[in-house]
């Protein structure tokens, strides 16, 4: 089945600094990959997403990359802000198990 | 609206007891899904239903049993738990055949479970 790693486990930034957090996955067939943020006591909300047949998706201040031949995604965020502060989770959507497969989560600090 | 609607927020239990938490969605979904989710780590999948019948199974103990009564309700039955058993308890649900090949799961705000 898929794995997905997720690094770094926690990342302190600035405000103001960009942050980066990547995930390896294991299955060529996973085709669908969102990123998760879930600040302390809400639910995950989506953020971006990107499929496949992409490379590269930005939505403002966040964005997502693609290498599908190295099997790894990067999430972007420019210009933090305190409220960017949360866990963030990657995952990649196994298609035949028909479920999302999700990285340990990556706890995000931006310090004003 | 994306809202998925889960009932009750929080739940205290004994290891004897029996509850049911109750999730509901009203975004024509036909993929719902049970995660349980600890501290600081990434929701764990339990169940999903496709089509108001059970397709996952992530070898869940007995002493969970969840229900789709219709395609806008999920149940999860509790009996007998255990305190490890304590988490915070995810619903979500999506499209099953989605544009473009997306699986977006929006997740409910969960139900916290404490198992006294």
């Known amino acids: 089945g898929e794995n997905v790693e997720q690094h770094p486990s926690t990342l302190s930034v600035q405000e103001g600094d960009s942050a980066v957090i990547k995930c390896t996955y294991s299955d060529s067939a996973s085709n669908y990959f969102p990123w998760y943020k879930q600040e302390l006591g809400k639910r995950p909300q989506l953020i971006i997403d990107i499929r496949s047949n992409v490379g590269e998706k930005k939505d403002q201040r966040i964005a997502v990359t693609l290498n599908k031949t190295a099997k790894h995604f990067s999430l972007h965020i420019t210009e933090t802000q305190p409220e960017d502060s949360a866990v963030y989770f990657c995952a990649a959507f196994e298609e035949y198990g028909n479920k999302l497969v999700f990285g340990a989560g990556t706890i995000l600090r931006v310090k004003s | 609206d994306t809202e998925v609607t889960q009932t009750p927020k929080h739940l205290v239990m004994g290891m004897t007891n029996k509850k049911s938490l109750k999730c509901e969605q009203h975004m024509g979904h036909r993929a719902m899904y049970w995660y349980k989710q600890k501290a600081k780590k990434p929701p764990e999948l339990m169940f999903v239903?496709?089509?108001?019948?059970?397709?996952i199974n992530e070898s869940v103990p007995s002493r969970f049993s969840p229900e789709c009564p219709n395609s806008s309700l999920l149940n999860l039955h509790l009996h007998a738990l255990q305190p490890e058993d304590s988490a915070l308890y995810l619903c979500?649900?999506?499209?099953?055949?989605?544009?473009?090949?997306?699986?977006?799961?929006?997740f409910g705000a969960g139900t916290r479970l404490s198992v006294l």
């Open positions: 239903y496709s089509y108001e019948k059970l397709s």
């Open positions: 979500a649900s999506s499209q099953l055949l989605s544009p473009w090949g997306k699986n977006i799961q929006y």
